[in-house]
């Protein structure tokens, strides 16, 4: 009987619509880009939008980019005596649970659920996002249920964001195959303010509110939020439009002008702590290996043109991975201005050379080719594909665009599946670059999907997680980003400003520039 009405509600939803200012207390539809690979936190590939309202962190980021804690009574430090830094080099980090917090099936959320999740990411029959963090622990002892104090083999300065994740509810998984586990990667059991009560696979995710949430038994104030899935962005601004969603993050920017039009909505515009960019996957395609083609191709790109175009200037131009928001970010990086000219030089140094005249440079009988990905429905993204394939063009290079949708090519990139890349990270409020350029760090044990592999470029970032002295890391930090602008391993385009449409009713909306993503608060989010 709970299913069908579910259903029956959901059908209610997608016939009527909804009318402009139809978001209310009862129901509020987002209009989301693209459907989940899996509802597992640890497995996903996608931004944890969805996720992050059914399954809490030990800690969060605020706002203002700070880490607060949630199912921790507080986050750990040197000063409070929670951080402790060993004789031998390593670690001990104590997390304190908060009392009385239980997963929604009413099993008490403890210490051996920190303990359990730990062993799992680290144990080779869990295919993980990644095990960045987790495999420099050497073990989790829990005194009690409420402490887990978590041992490092070394220094690990992002330890704060260690379980923004959460954790995986050991009564459920122990003993399991949690890649093959689908009772709980499509339905997971979390502690957070909503739970799913549907995912029509294709369509929508239905979460409805959990009774007797643990930060207070009126909160969430919104009982149900249904996740439409509409990858098309014109689409998606259609329904916001016509009324038939409510909510939509990450407006693309040349939408702004229509969107901020639409009566009843609100435009939140925030710097984000993200960057569009374009990925050289240096396995796949051999010539991205010669530092001089990846020179050549960044000279070849206009990125103001693109800029003051496609992007209608709301996205500046970017020169590297850490954003302007966060503390550790510098301008003193090598520049790759707009050069053609530089471009073609530095192709026929690395020795590709256009000897039939046909427009595309060749070596030994190769062409200097390649297929670059990027998200289908993403009109933005659409855009500055065939534009970046013009400038390329230009300089003798022959590209490919290859669209793909948004759940789709979350797998291509993790398995190293292409050749280049136009897409955005969504950092974490942490500076950390180990996980995308250290050259340990490709799928699964990381983010490093250029392939790039550079020992002094790594011996940097392990430096800098290795110590918790903001000033050295800083420093370390800087010296990390100016390798990487030197070494040209990736393109970097622009910023990624943050544009979210919500209604103009909703209290409690602060938007949030990280990979937390909107829905940080969503607890608190209601409609006056």
Same mark, same amino acid.
């Given at each position: 009987?709970? /299913?069908?009405?579910?259903?029956?509600?959901?059908? +209610?939803?997608?016939?009527?619509?909804?009318?402009?200012?139809?978001?209310?207390?009862?129901?509020?539809?987002?209009?989301?880009?693209?459907?989940?690979?899996?509802?597992? =936190?640890?497995?996903?590939?996608?931004?944890?939008?969805?996720?992050?309202?059914?399954?809490?962190?030990?800690?969060?980021?605020?706002?203002?980019?700070?880490?607060? *804690?949630?199912?921790?009574?507080?986050?750990?430090?040197?000063?409070?005596?929670?951080?402790?830094?060993?004789?031998?080099?390593?670690?001990?980090?104590?997390?304190?649970?908060? *009392?009385?917090?239980?997963?929604? !099936?009413?099993?008490?959320?403890?210490?051996?659920?920190?303990?359990?999740?730990?062993?799992?990411?680290?144990?080779?029959?869990?295919?993980?996002?990644?095990?960045?963090?987790?495999?420099?622990?050497?073990?989790?002892?829990?005194?009690?249920?409420?402490?887990?104090?978590?041992?490092?083999?070394?220094?690990?300065?992002?330890?704060?964001?260690?379980?923004? /994740?959460?954790?995986? *509810?050991?009564?459920?998984?122990?003993?399991?195959?949690?890649?093959?586990?689908?009772?709980?990667?499509?339905?997971?059991?979390?502690?957070?303010?909503?739970?799913?009560?549907?995912?029509?696979?294709?369509?929508?995710?239905?979460?409805?509110?959990?009774?007797?949430?643990?930060?207070?038994?009126?909160?969430?104030?919104?009982?149900?939020? +249904?996740?439409?899935?509409?990858?098309?962005?014109?689409?998606?601004?259609?329904?916001?439009?016509?009324?038939?969603?409510?909510?939509?993050?990450?407006?693309?920017?040349?939408?702004?002008?229509?969107?901020?039009?639409?009566?009843?909505?609100?435009?939140?515009?925030?710097?984000?702590?993200?960057?569009?960019?374009?990925?050289?996957?240096?396995?796949?395609?051999?010539?991205? /290996?010669?530092?001089?083609?990846?020179?050549?191709?960044?000279?070849?790109?206009? =990125?103001?043109?693109?800029?003051?175009?496609?992007?209608?200037?709301?996205?500046?131009?970017?020169?590297?991975?850490?954003?302007?928001?966060?503390?550790?970010?510098?301008?003193?990086?090598?520049?790759?201005?707009?050069?053609?000219?530089?471009?073609?030089?530095?192709?026929?140094?690395?020795?590709?050379? !256009?000897?039939?005249?046909?427009?595309?440079?060749?070596?030994?009988?190769?062409?200097?080719?390649?297929?670059?990905?990027?998200?289908?429905?993403?009109?933005?993204?659409?855009?500055?594909?065939?534009?970046?394939?013009?400038?390329?063009?230009?300089?003798?290079?022959?590209?490919?665009? =290859?669209?793909?949708?948004?759940?789709?090519?979350?797998?291509?990139?993790?398995?190293?599946?292409?050749?280049?890349?136009?897409?955005?990270?969504?950092?974490?409020?942490?500076?950390?670059?180990?996980?995308?350029?250290?050259?340990?760090?490709?799928?699964?044990?990381?983010?490093?999907?250029?392939?790039?592999?550079?020992?002094?470029?790594?011996?940097?970032?392990?430096?800098?997680?290795?110590?918790?002295?903001?000033?050295?890391?800083?420093?370390?930090?800087?010296?990390?980003?100016?390798?990487?602008?030197?070494?040209?391993?990736?393109?970097?385009?622009?910023?990624?400003?943050?544009?979210?449409?919500?209604?103009?009713?909703?209290?409690?909306?602060?938007?949030?520039?990280?990979?937390?993503?909107?829905?940080?608060?969503?607890? =608190?989010?209601?409609?006056?």
């Amino acid at each position: 009987m709970r /299913r069908f009405a579910v259903g029956l509600l959901v059908l +209610l939803v997608l016939a009527c619509g909804g009318e402009r200012g139809g978001a209310s207390n009862d129901l509020l539809v987002v209009g989301y880009d693209r459907e989940p690979d899996t509802m597992n =936190r640890f497995s996903t590939h996608i931004l944890e939008d969805i996720q992050g309202c059914v399954i809490e962190g030990l800690t969060i980021t605020d706002e203002h980019m700070n880490v607060v *804690p949630l199912l921790a009574s507080e986050v750990p430090t040197l000063e409070n005596g929670g951080v402790v830094l060993r004789p031998d080099g390593g670690m001990d980090v104590t997390w304190k649970l908060r *009392p009385g917090i239980r997963w929604h !099936d009413g099993v008490p959320f403890t210490s051996a659920d920190i303990r359990f999740t730990v062993e799992a990411i680290n144990s080779p029959d869990y295919n993980p996002e990644s095990t960045d963090g987790f495999d420099r622990i050497e073990a989790v002892e829990t005194p009690d249920s409420l402490t887990a104090i978590v041992r490092y083999r070394e220094v690990y300065a992002p330890y704060a964001l260690q379980f923004v /994740r959460g954790a995986l *509810p050991r009564h459920v998984l122990e003993g399991r195959d949690i890649d093959a586990a689908q009772d709980y990667n499509r339905n997971p059991l979390g502690t957070g303010p909503y739970r799913v009560a549907e995912w029509k696979t294709g369509e929508h995710i239905l979460l409805e509110r959990v009774p007797g949430y643990w930060q207070g038994d009126s909160l969430p104030a919104i009982r149900r939020i +249904l996740f439409r899935f509409v990858a098309n962005t014109t689409t998606r601004i259609n329904q916001l439009r016509g009324g038939e969603v409510h909510v939509t993050a990450l407006v693309p920017w040349d939408k702004y002008r229509e969107v901020r039009t639409i009566p009843g909505l609100s435009i939140h515009r925030m710097t984000g702590n993200s960057y569009e960019h374009v990925t050289l996957n240096q396995r796949s395609v051999p010539a991205f /290996r010669d530092r001089r083609v990846r020179r050549a191709l960044t000279h070849a790109i206009d =990125r103001e043109l693109i800029v003051r175009t496609i992007l209608d200037s709301l996205a500046p131009v970017i020169h590297g991975p850490i954003q302007p928001v966060s503390w550790a970010f510098t301008d003193s990086v090598t520049r790759y201005a707009f050069d053609p000219a530089r471009a073609r030089a530095l192709l026929e140094e690395a020795g590709w050379h !256009d000897a039939d005249g046909d427009g595309v440079r060749e070596q030994d009988g190769k062409a200097l080719a390649f297929t670059m990905i990027t998200q289908a429905g993403f009109a933005v993204r659409e855009n500055v594909s065939q534009a970046l394939q013009r400038m390329w063009r230009d300089v003798g290079v022959d590209v490919a665009i =290859r669209l793909v949708d948004g759940t789709s090519i979350s797998g291509l990139w993790f398995e190293g599946r292409f050749d280049a890349m136009l897409h955005w990270w969504h950092m974490p409020a942490d500076p950390e670059l180990t996980l995308f350029f250290a050259k340990d760090r490709i799928p699964p044990h990381g983010r490093n999907i250029n392939y790039v592999e550079d020992d002094s470029l790594t011996r940097l970032l392990y430096a800098s997680d290795r110590t918790v002295d903001q000033a050295r890391r800083r420093a370390l930090l800087v010296a990390a980003q100016q390798r990487i602008a030197e070494l040209a391993v990736e393109i970097p385009l622009y910023n990624v400003t943050r544009l979210d449409a919500v209604p103009e009713a909703l209290e409690g909306f602060t938007g949030n520039p990280t990979n937390a993503g909107i829905f940080w608060n969503v607890h =608190r989010w209601r409609i006056r």
